[in-house]
């Protein structure tokens, strides 16, 4: 009697200890030891090593003892996604680089919604604005523990300083700026839009900075929705814009073509180049291809300046990032999210990617980021003020719309727009792609449009 009744204990504080109250349910969940998850992820290259690292740090805490799988398939990730869904056989969790496809997955009923998952600790610590990109009819389903600000210019410091360039405070000074330095015989851009399978996104960029600033948000609000059509003459005015600043780089288009957007940056350092418009994760790719420049000596950055549409006023904020969503409610998911959401792991993960912008509300930028030897970041804590202290504050557009046509068309048409090809045709068929792919908005086809 005795041994059965031990055994009985036994059995039963083997139960208890599997036990784990997640912070934010207030329940019991069971958990088993040594719980493994799988990760698929868009991440590459260095940002895959730095993102695997954040999960063994993740591991060595894990009180559970869960483990993570990462599996990484480059930008072919809404592909697989769609092929493992449809096959029952989804990951765990993953990250989305374009919200739109996060709330296509969504409303397709394939993600759980993880506002229960979270604790009341670390949901308090996400920005509003973030917790509202991840939100879809109602439930949350994405948080994005790391972003981006796009809106910069980065420069090379001593040929301004050199030659009195001035800083540009509008988006016509940022033009005769450009005109003044190509008249010096200096080719005044860098631009590269080759990435692969994703070529063409940092065009897109260009053309959403360029959105907000000569046509405002409820503009671009109504271009990412689709309420106006591609076909609209102001959409023809971007693509025009951005060949305009892309005729003014190194190499004209065919470079701008062939150049992979990592490398573009290095025409500062090596003469081809003094302006190159991109995102704060660039910096990583700066720090890594040119180990001996200074960050404030060797280059700076300017934010890109106030278009029309501001009437003076501050320019406004595009930003980016990845959010991380659930397809299983797992227990080690629901540890893993709260600890992605955490000051302690966005800590570590800034540290190990210079120029990526933590979310949580609790850090401070002034003491948070620091460069290799210590000395602050002062780039990077500017640009994570000026991201979540904006008036005017958009997310990448092109990753807000269904994938089909933000990573799809859309992409296409800025590889079309630079290779020569007919601007009205590129619009007609990024347009007839748009009336397939959204599934509400007021898409009316090729409207003022002839040529369709």
Known sequence: MQTKRSGLLLAVLAVLGALLVLPGSGTATAILQGETITFVTSFEGDELADFKRVV?????????GTKVIVEAVGRNLPQILQTRVAAGNPPDMTNFP???????????????????????????????????????????????????????????????????????????????????????GISPWCIGVESGAASGWPGTDWMEDIALRLYGPEFYDAWV?????????RVKTLFEEFLYFADNAFGGRTNVLA????????????????????????????????????????????????????????????????????????????????????????????????GRIATNTTLDPDVVYV?????????????????????????????????AVGAGTF?????????????????????????EAYTSGAATGPVGNENC
């Open 56 to 64: 063994r740090a993740f591991e060595d805490q894990s009180p559970s």
């Open 98 to 184: 374009q919200p739109g496809a996060m709330v296509e997955f969504a409303r397709s009923g394939a993600l759980v919604p993880i506002d229960e998952m979270l604790s009341r600790t670390v949901l308090s610590q996400q920005p509003k604005g973030f917790l509202d990109l991840g939100t879809v009819d109602g439930r949350l389903y994405a948080i994005t523990p790391i972003a981006s600000l796009k809106s910069l210019v980065w420069y090379h410091k001593p040929t301004f300083e050199e030659r009195g360039y001035p800083i540009p405070q509008t988006y016509e000074e940022l033009k005769a700026l450009t005109e003044r330095i190509a008249a010096d």
């Open 225 to 233: 929705a689709h309420d106006i059509p591609w076909t609209d003459p």
């Open 259 to 354: 150049t992979n957007f990592g490398d573009s940056p290095n025409g500062l350092f090596d003469g081809s180049c003094v302006m190159h418009r991109q995102a704060t994760f660039i910096r990583d790719f700066i720090q890594r291809q040119n180990p001996d420049t200074v960050a404030g000596v060797d280059y700076d950055v300017f934010t890109f300046p106030s278009g029309p549409a501001q009437d003076g006023g501050p320019p406004p904020a595009l930003g980016g990032g990845d959010l991380f969503a659930a397809f299983s409610a797992k227990p080690g998911v629901a540890e893993f999210l709260n600890y992605i959401g955490s000051a302690e792991a966005q800590r570590l993960w800034i540290l190990l990617n210079p």
């Open 371 to 403: 460069n290799a030897d210590g000395t602050p970041d002062t780039i990077t804590a500017n640009a994570a003020k000026t991201l979540t202290n904006a008036e005017v504050f958009r997310f990448d557009g092109s990753d807000l719309m269904p994938s």
């Open 411 to 435: 992409w296409t048409a800025v590889l079309d727009a630079l290779s020569g090809k007919d601007l009205d045709q590129i619009l007609c068929e990024v347009e007839a792609s748009a009336d």
